[in-house]
C-alpha cells in the first residue's frame, strides 16, 4: 500500500506549547470573531439510566426512525461492564440493555454505528490477549438480534500474543450507500489497524495501513459525497501530532496531513461531507493545559488552514472537544470549557465553512475533564450529546439536544418538531416559517434569543387547521442562534434559526 506523507515543517509558538508546532497558511475567514458566553442551556438533561463510575460513551442514531442507542462503560468495585440504552423518543427516556461485562475484562472499549435496520456495537473481550467482537440491536425496539448465520455475535479481530486493543472506531455509511460498516483500532504496539464488513456485518477483511506510530485519540467517520475519501481517521501519533488520514473507495489509507498538538493532548475527532473536512482536537503544552483548536480543508484535503470553535480565549482551559459533520447540517462541535467547578460543556456551529456561532452552554452538570461526549446530528437542525458529569454525581450519563430549549416550561406538554419548520436554516434574517395546526385553536409563535430572552411575539391569534406560513424579516439581529417557540393547545415545540451573514 502506498501512503503519502504531506508533512509541512514550519513552526510557530503558541500558548503553554513549549515544543515546536507546525506552522498553518491560514486564510483570513478561518479567524473567528470572539463571542460572548451566554448561560443559555439548551435545556433540562435526561439522565441515562442509574449507573455511575461511567468512563467511555457512544452513540448513533438511525437516520430513518430517528431512534437512538447508546453504549455506556462503567467501573462497578473492581468490574468493567457495558450497558446499552434505547431511545424510541428522541431522547425522552432510555430503556437499558446488557451488552457485555465481566471481571476479566480490564480495558473495556465500545463503539456504536446503526446501518439499515440494526445497531451495531464493536466491544473488547479479554483481559490478555483481546478480541473485538459485535453484536447487533434492532432499530426498532433496541432488543439484541442474532446474524443472519445465527451467531449472536462476530469476531472480528483478535490480537497477536503482547499485544492488546487501545482504542476503536466502528463507522458505517449508513447516510449515503447504507451497506457497509468499517472498523479502525489502535493497538498497544502503535498499529492502526482497518477493517471493513460485507453487507451482512458478518464477514470482516482487514487491509494493512503501514501505520505503526499510532497511540492515542482515535477517531473516524465515513464521508457522505465523497470524491477522494470515503472514510477518514484521526489520531494521535507518538511524536504527539494528531495524524489524519483519509482511507478511499478500495481501502487504501493515505496519510494527509500531520500537525503538532504537544505532549498531553488526548482527544480527536473528525467530521466529514464531500470536500470539507474538519479535525478538532487539544492542543497542550508541558503544563498540561490545553484549549481546542481544529484544522479544517474545503477541497478534499488538498490544502488546510487552521482555528479555534468559537474564537476562546486560549489562556482559559478548554478540553475534550468532539466534532459531528452531516449533510444540511453543517458542523456540531462540543468541548468542555474552564476548570473545576466552573467546567460546563459548551456548543458552537457553522454550515462548513466561515464564522462559528456564538458559543452556548449545554449540559446541568460539572463534566469532567478526561472524559469525551458524543454529539450527533440528529436531523432538521436539531444536534444531541451524550455526556458524563463529574459533580454531583460522579460518572454519569446524561443526553441534551438542541431544541429542548431553556424557555420551555417543565410542566408542559410538547408536541411533534415536524409541525414547525423554518426554511432556510442557517438563513441571512429573511426566512418562511411554516406551522400546522391539527385543529381549529389559539396559536402563539414567539422569537427567542439563546439567552431565552423574548424577542418578538411573531404571531398570537385563533387559526383554522391546516398548514399557515409567515415570513421572517431579522435582518437587523446579529449572528447567532436563536429559537421559535410555538404554543398551541396541544402543547409546545421550538426549533433552533441560525443567523448568518
Known sequence: MKIMGIILSMFLSGILVFAPAEQITTPPEYYDETPTLTDYRWGNDVRIGNKDSIFYVSYDIHRQSGNLFTALVYHTGSITEGYGYFSSNGGTSWIANPIFGGGYIQDLRVSVSALRNHFYVAFTFGSGRQIINLKRFRTSDGVQENFNNGAQYIEIFTTNPGDSIKEIALVSDQDFENYWMNLFVITTNGSLRYFYSDTAGINWSEIATGVSNAKRGLDACTNEGYSDYYAWATYISNAD???????????????????????????????????TIIAVYEQSGSAVAYYCKYLASYNGGSSWGWGIPGAEDTTVIACCPDVATRYDGGQGIVYAYNSYSNRRFRYTWRNYYGYWSTPVQFGDYQPPNNVQPDIEYLGNNVYGCIYVSYSPIYGAAYFDRSD??????????????????????????????????????????????????????????????????????????????????????????????????
Open 241 to 275: 501530532s494528531i495524524e489524519i488520514d483519509g482511507v478511499d473507495y478500495y481501502g487504501t489509507l493515505t496519510r494527509i496531513r500531520r500537525s503538532f498538538v504537544g505532549p498531553n493532548s488526548r482527544f480527536t475527532s473528525v467530521g466529514a461531507y464531500h470536500d
Open 404 to 501: 429542548w430549549t431553556g424557555i420551555e416550561e417543565s410542566n408542559s406538554k410538547r408536541i411533534s418538531g415536524e409541525l414547525l419548520n423554518i426554511s432556510p436554516s442557517p438563513s441571512n434574517g429573511l426566512a418562511k416559517l411554516s406551522y400546522t395546526l391539527k385543529q381549529q385553536g389559539n396559536v402563539n409563535i414567539s422569537l427567542y434569543d439563546a439567552t431565552g430572552r423574548l424577542i418578538n411575539n411573531l404571531i398570537n391569534e385563533t387559526k383554522p387547521a391546516g398548514i399557515h406560513t409567515l415570513n421572517l424579516s431579522n435582518q437587523k439581529l446579529p449572528n447567532g442562534i436563536y429559537f421559535i417557540r410555538m404554543e398551541t393547545h396541544e402543547g409546545i415545540t421550538s426549533k433552533p434559526m441560525t443567523i448568518i451573514r
